[in-house]
């Protein structure tokens, strides 16, 4: 089984939606039994005592738009031990993967990539929490994850 964590900023938006986008694609295609798939932050700024905030309402809503639920999530930290539980981690820009990079160390930089060179492209994926376009964030995100699917 493939063991795969993607990485945002604050797990509330672009890593969730990947996660639970990959889900649905998985059970789809009849694959979810091949991978674990779970998402989270390189930041704790979503955490308050302990607890993670749920997914960013306008990103539920589209999720829900599309069939997808993603109620139960709650944000959390990327921390070093989970270089030892993960084979990959699928990072949203540039700033996340170093970020993952420094969390799990140096020696675990080949683990971490970024979900748009699935597409040959050195892009990040759209930020909605700047940008408020939370469509072109789950475009980038469903391109990203159908090439990353296909090569696996």
Wanted: net charge neutral; with cysteine.
């Amino acid at each position: 089984m493939r063991k795969i964590m993607f990485v945002c900023h604050g797990n509330i938006c672009r890593s969730p939606m990947a996660e639970f986008v990959f889900k649905d694609m998985l059970e789809k295609a009849g694959r979810q039994n091949e991978f674990e798939v779970e998402s989270s932050a390189v930041s704790s700024e979503e955490i308050w005592g302990g607890v993670g905030n749920p997914v960013y309402p306008p990103v539920a809503s589209l999720l829900k738009s599309k069939g997808i639920d993603c109620s139960h999530k709650r944000a959390r930290k990327i921390v070093a031990s989970d270089a030892e539980k993960f084979d990959l981690f699928v990072c949203m820009d540039e700033s996340n993967l170093r970020g993952a990079v420094r969390i799990l160390g140096e020696q675990n930089a080949r683990k971490c990539v970024k979900l748009m060179s699935y597409l040959n492209s050195s892009d990040d994926v759209s930020d909605p929490w700047y940008t408020r376009d939370f469509k072109t964030c789950y475009n980038d995100i469903c391109r990203g994850l159908s090439a990353m699917l296909e090569k696996m």
